[in-house]
């Protein structure tokens, strides 16, 4: 059984930096870092209400440095505040001096400016192994294959899901959400709100 781990995330831009990379490493690419805040009404529930923004890295390659595109885009959220949209990212945890932190990563083709207006995308699709269900929450595990090291990895998704029936654990689940930042306790934690767990 296939793993499936993809979000289509949307919303407007508070922050932005291009991370360059430092000189002798420039076959890695660079990073569009910025913070993006979901644009999401209340659907009755009070959780998603008062949402932070959601800390995002998307990653470009050296064939793109002097791309029109690439220019353009950072013109464009250095200027001012943009909606912008990315598809099939991934949301990722990493130990940063002994505090895990949660970040949405996604490739430069994955990503868009978008005009204000235009209406907003807030989707999440995990399909992995349960690995915990403490009852409203559980932990997805989800594989991919590292191209560098040739080997599987996992990456874990906590997810809220107040409709789904205990126990899960150790079981292939499938959900569908929205990516939200600010738990049902007004803790931030980012996960995946799920709107569908079978």
């Keep these: 059984m296939a793993d499936i781990h993809m979000v289509n995330f949307s919303g407007s831009v508070e922050w ?3 991370w360059t990379p430092q000189a002798g490493k420039e076959s890695w690419g660079g990073t569009l870092a910025m913070r993006i805040k979901p ?3 209340d659907a009755g529930n009070g959780h998603l ?4 923004a959601l800390f995002v890295r998307v990653k470009y390659r050296q064939k793109d440095f002097n791309s029109k595109r690439l220019s353009y885009i ?3 959220l250095t200027m001012k505040e943009k909606n912008v949209a990315i598809t099939d990212g991934k949301l990722v945890w ?3 001096k002994g505090k895990w932190e949660c970040s949405l990563q996604a490739s430069f083709n994955n990503f868009n400016l978008i005009p204000v207006g235009r209406p907003l995308e807030n989707l999440a699709v995990i399909m992995g192994q349960c690995t915990s269900h403490k009852d409203p929450w559980m932990q997805v595990s989800t594989g991919y294959r590292n191209p560098k090291a040739q080997t599987i990895e996992y990456r874990q998704v906590n997810v809220y ?3 789904a029936v205990p126990p899960l654990e150790n079981k292939w689940v499938y959900v569908r959400g929205k990516v939200l ?6 803790e931030e934690s980012p996960h995946v709100y799920a709107d569908l767990v079978v």
């Design 16 to 18: 932005f930096q291009n």
């Design 49 to 52: 209400v008062n949402q932070k």
């Design 94 to 96: 990493k130990e940063r």
């Design 161 to 163: 899901a107040p409709s």
């Design 74 to 76: 950072i013109n464009a």
């Design 39 to 41: 644009l999401l009404h």
């Design 181 to 186: 930042t600010v738990s049902d306790t007004g």
